[in-house]
T-cell receptor, first 115, second 114 residues
Framework: AQSVTQLGSHVSVSEGALVLLRCNYS??????LFWYVQYPNQGLQLLLK??????LVKGINGFEAEFKKSETSFHLTKPSAHMSDAAEYFC?????????????FGQGTRLTINP | KAGVTQTPRYLIKTRGQQVTLSCSPI?????VSWYQQTPGQGLQFLFE???????NKGNFPGRFSGRQFSNSRSEMNVSTLELGDSALYLC?????????????FGNGTRLTVT
């Protein structure tokens, strides 16, 4: 069965600093990987997805993620943090056969931006 | 284009009662998925409906059920509510079912069971 581990339930960075949110996956077959963001009192919004077309995936709001099969990782980065990036971020995985609808989510990482 | 609409936003029920939550997908989307979000268990997949048929089901007891109508609107029902059912229930829609059709989430229904 597939699973996702997000290292660090809370990450705090200064405005303008690099954002790095870590995600490691476990899957018995080549995975589809996703990053979602959740703002307070809202649902989840897709940031980016990996579907084997390219290992470096660019998403919305300046975020990107790199798929590293050897490390079973899909870490999310943003070169310069903005106050509006404060939210909870979820990494998710889906087996090829299950599509993008049945996802297994990590426990989430709450990102705080310090002025 | 309007997003995914979930009603009601907040709901308070008593243990043992049943509840029905509603979800209207984005226009043109035919797949609707439901997730439960709790502080302890995180986000967990409940089920997915596509063209009025349940395509996938998560690991939840039979008290949790759902359906989809011909206009793609979906409802989920929880019978004999337990305190542990208190959660944010998220509905998500996608154009079709499959890997190239990511989920678009609604803002959720927050259910409190007392």
């Amino acid at each position: 069965a597939q699973s996702v581990t997000q290292l660090g339930s809370h990450v705090s960075v200064s405005e303008g600093a690099l954002v790095l949110l870590r995600c490691n996956y476990s899957s018995s077959v080549p995975p589809y990987l996703f990053w979602y963001v959740q703002y307070p009192n809202q649902g989840l919004q897709l940031l980016l997805k990996y579907t084997s077309a390219a290992t470096l995936v660019k998403g919305i709001n300046g975020f990107e993620a790199e798929f590293k099969k050897s490390e079973t990782s899909f870490h999310l980065t943003k070169p310069s943090a903005h106050m509006s990036d404060a939210a909870e971020y979820f990494c998710a995985v889906s087996d090829h056969g299950q599509g993008a609808q049945k996802l297994v989510f990590g426990q989430g990482t709450r990102l705080t931006i310090n002025p | 284009k309007a997003g995914v609409t979930q009603t009601p936003r907040y709901l308070i029920k008593t243990r043992g009662q049943q509840v029905t939550l509603s979800c209207s997908p984005i226009s043109g989307h035919r797949s609707v998925s439901w997730y439960q979000q709790t502080p302890g268990q995180g986000l967990q997949f409940l089920f997915e409906y596509f063209s009025e048929t349940q395509r996938n089901k998560g690991n939840f007891p039979g008290r949790f059920s759902g359906r989809q109508f011909s206009n793609s609107r979906s409802e989920m029902n929880v019978s004999t509510l337990e305190l542990g059912d208190s959660a944010l229930y998220l509905c998500a829609s996608s154009t079709v079912t499959g890997w190239n059709s990511p989920l678009h989430f609604g803002n959720g229904t927050r259910l409190t069971v007392t």
